[in-house]
T-cell receptor, first 116, second 109 residues
């Protein structure tokens, strides 16, 4: 499968625990995005990487959230001291730097986080 | 402020009837507009974008800068069109997407 993959697909954790999600973009895509989607809402932007550089972060991304893309390939999103309000679907997307698909974002299946 | 508004959370039409999903946006500048679709148990995927000016699966959308709208239309709905539809915008240069809240379209047989 050459699409965007995300792991785990589901995560249940207790309040106060740390969680880490992984996203593997389409291999030739330079850009990688993280979004969060809560029930009944559209995805909301969290952060964006071009290669290994984190170019933009949303104000939604509190100090408890950190994202990395150390080698410009896969990315991780960590949430520290989780809160019940963090329960959501976390989506990853990637896009190429140029070409006909340059402004199309290809989405992964998402990681559903439930904080008890 | 960048904002996308989809006024209908739910839309239900009969098979063969025309369908229009509304989308209005707020953006200072010239945005790029998109429609993304999510079929049951599938991931979010691009349906069409305004710069391509193409018809996909019988759907079209015209960017109306005067009314700041990008409504999605199809003249004859089919049952397989039932899905969640999201309107989204981005600035020039493949930046982040700003999504509307989505419209769940149900096509009744």
């Amino acid at each position: 499968d050459t699409g965007v993959s995300q792991n785990p697909r589901h995560k249940i954790t207790k309040r106060g625990q740390n969680v880490t999600f992984r996203c593997d973009p389409i291999s030739e895509h330079n850009r990688l995005y993280w979004y969060r989607q809560t029930l009944g809402q559209g995805p909301e932007f969290l952060t964006y990487f071009q290669n290994e550089a984190q170019l933009e972060k949303s104000r939604l991304l509190s100090d408890r959230f950190s994202a990395e893309r150390p080698k410009g390939s896969f990315s991780t999103l960590e949430i520290q001291r989780t809160e019940q309000g963090d329960s959501a679907m976390y989506l990853c997307a990637s896009s190429p730097l140029g070409g006909v698909d340059y402004n199309e974002q290809f989405f992964g299946p998402g990681t559903r986080l439930t904080v008890l | 402020a960048q904002r996308v508004t989809q006024p209908e959370k739910l839309l239900s039409v009969f098979k063969g009837a025309p369908v229009e999903l509304k989308c209005n946006y707020s953006y200072s500048g010239s945005p790029e507009l998109f429609w993304y679709v999510q079929y049951s148990r599938q991931r979010l995927q691009l349906l069409l974008r305004h710069i391509s000016r193409e018809s996909i699966k019988g759907f079209t959308a015209d960017l109306n800068k005067g009314e700041t709208s990008f409504h999605l239309k199809k003249p004859f709905a089919q049952e397989e069109d039932s899905a969640m539809y999201y309107c989204a915008l981005s600035g020039k240069g493949a930046q982040k997407l700003v999504f509307g809240q989505g419209t769940r379209l149900t096509i009744n047989p």
